[in-house]
């Protein structure tokens, strides 16, 4: 088959989420808002555990690794929207664009494995405490770690690279503020059944599967916590997973969302409004949550906050 109008593309153009010229400025100032607080708030999160020796604990480490993909993700995207809506240029290169996708999906996919590894962190503290610092050791915390970034590596690359032959036409507008694949899959003149086919086995591989091992690690938890004989174990043992159960429900939540609004609406803006709620808003709250409800991580802001003697920096897990 022929494709008419084909051409060599070296740029694409991200339409952004309005076209409205007055809405511009409100968006500019929302969106460097919001990116001020991701980073300084996850920054924060991470000097609070680096300089608390009390917080070298697996629980903590993979929460510093969380707040740091956090402010990795969060760069990836809004940095180049907050520049095209400032240079009113709303141009960016086909290496650029390739380059924001492919990070979009390695920290996307390692921001999910982290949250994996942290419901099997509060499984084993809970249905095994006797036995947690012996099962989860430094080494073993630094390999899930490095095993998350190299399962994100591969669906990046693994999307990005299958991507890369694709050709497209004289459209090259992507009506989003970023490089999305599913956009991009959509300006090809070429075949994209394999891209089709990739997309929904990875879904169930990096994302269906993770999130059945987090169902399957908060069944027990609970099933463990309620034949608990005393009240205040119980209270305790559900404030220490609160969190984290409340950051699983808003990331996967906002992320399914954003999928039935692909499914049941047309609307390619309405789209990109709606995948705010899933790159932007779990890296803005999860600071503020893991912050506002645990104290130990309170009395190690306000310490670093109150410039009080900081201990040295290690692992100490």
Same mark, same amino acid.
């Given at each position: 088959?022929?494709?008419? &109008?084909?051409?060599?593309?070296?740029?694409?153009?991200?339409?952004?989420l309005?076209?409205?010229?007055?809405?511009?400025?409100?968006?500019?100032?929302?969106?460097?808002?919001?990116?001020?607080?991701t980073?300084?708030? =996850?920054?924060?999160?991470?000097? @609070?555990i680096?300089?608390d020796?009390?917080l070298?604990?697996?629980?903590?480490?993979?929460?510093?690794?969380l707040?740091?993909?956090?402010?990795?993700?969060?760069?990836?995207?809004?940095p180049?929207?907050?520049? &095209?809506?400032?240079?009113?240029d709303? %141009?960016?290169?086909?290496?650029?664009?390739?380059?924001?996708?492919?990070?979009?999906?390695?920290?996307?996919?390692?921001?999910?494995? *982290?949250?994996?590894?942290?419901?099997?962190d509060?499984?084993?503290? !809970?249905y095994?405490?006797l036995?947690?610092?012996? !099962?989860?050791?430094?080494?073993?915390?630094?390999?899930?770690?490095?095993?998350?970034? *190299?399962?994100?590596?591969?669906?990046?690359?693994?999307?990005?690279?299958? @991507?890369?032959?694709?050709?497209?036409?004289?459209?090259?507008e992507?009506?989003?503020?970023?490089?999305?694949?599913?956009? !991009?899959?959509?300006?090809?003149?070429?075949?994209?059944?394999? =891209? @089709?086919?990739?997309?929904?086995?990875?879904?169930?591989?990096?994302?269906?599967?993770?999130?059945?091992?987090?169902?399957?690690?908060?069944?027990?938890?609970?099933s463990?916590?309620?034949r608990?004989?005393?009240?205040?174990?119980?209270?305790?043992?559900?404030?220490?997973?609160g969190?984290?159960?409340?950051?699983?429900?808003?990331?996967y939540?906002?992320?399914?969302?954003?999928?039935?609004?692909?499914t049941?609406?047309?609307?390619?803006?309405? &789209?990109?409004?709606a995948?705010?709620?899933y790159?932007?808003?779990?890296?803005?709250?999860?600071?503020?949550?893991?912050?506002? %409800? =645990?104290?130990?991580?309170?009395? @190690?802001l306000r %310490?670093l906050?109150?410039?009080?003697?900081?201990?040295?920096?290690?692992?100490?897990?």
């Open positions: 088959m022929k494709f008419q &109008n084909q051409t060599l593309v070296t740029e694409f153009l991200l339409l952004g309005t076209d409205d010229p007055e809405m511009q400025p409100l968006i500019f100032n929302l969106f460097l808002l919001i990116y001020l607080l980073i300084g708030g =996850n920054l924060l999160i991470i000097l @609070a680096s300089s020796s009390h070298h604990t697996p629980m903590y480490f993979f929460l510093s690794s707040s740091f993909t956090d402010i990795c993700l969060s760069t990836t995207t809004i180049k929207m907050l520049v &095209n809506i400032h240079t009113q709303q %141009r960016i290169s086909y290496t650029g664009c390739f380059s924001q996708l492919c990070f979009v999906l390695v920290f996307g996919s390692l921001e999910n494995c *982290l949250l994996v590894v942290m419901a099997y509060r499984y084993v503290a !809970i095994q405490p036995r947690y610092t012996t !099962i989860m050791h430094p080494r073993l915390c630094v390999l899930l770690v490095l095993l998350s970034l *190299l399962m994100g590596i591969v669906h990046g690359l693994l999307h990005s690279l299958a @991507a890369l032959p694709l050709s497209f036409c004289t459209n090259v992507i009506p989003h503020y970023f490089c999305e694949l599913a956009q !991009i899959i959509k300006l090809a003149c070429s075949n994209t059944f394999i =891209n @089709a086919m990739l997309i929904y086995s990875a879904a169930n591989t990096f994302f269906g599967l993770p999130l059945i091992g987090i169902i399957f690690s908060y069944v027990k938890i609970v463990c916590i309620l608990m004989p005393s009240v205040r174990g119980r209270y305790k043992a559900f404030s220490t997973c969190s984290h159960l409340f950051v699983v429900f808003f990331f939540g906002t992320g399914f969302g954003v999928y039935l609004s692909s049941f609406s047309n609307s390619s803006n309405k &789209n990109a409004v995948s705010v709620m790159i932007v808003f779990p890296q803005l709250v999860n600071p503020f949550i893991y912050s506002l %409800r =645990n104290k130990e991580m309170k009395t @190690a %310490r906050i109150t410039w009080k003697p900081i201990l040295s920096w290690g692992l100490g897990l």
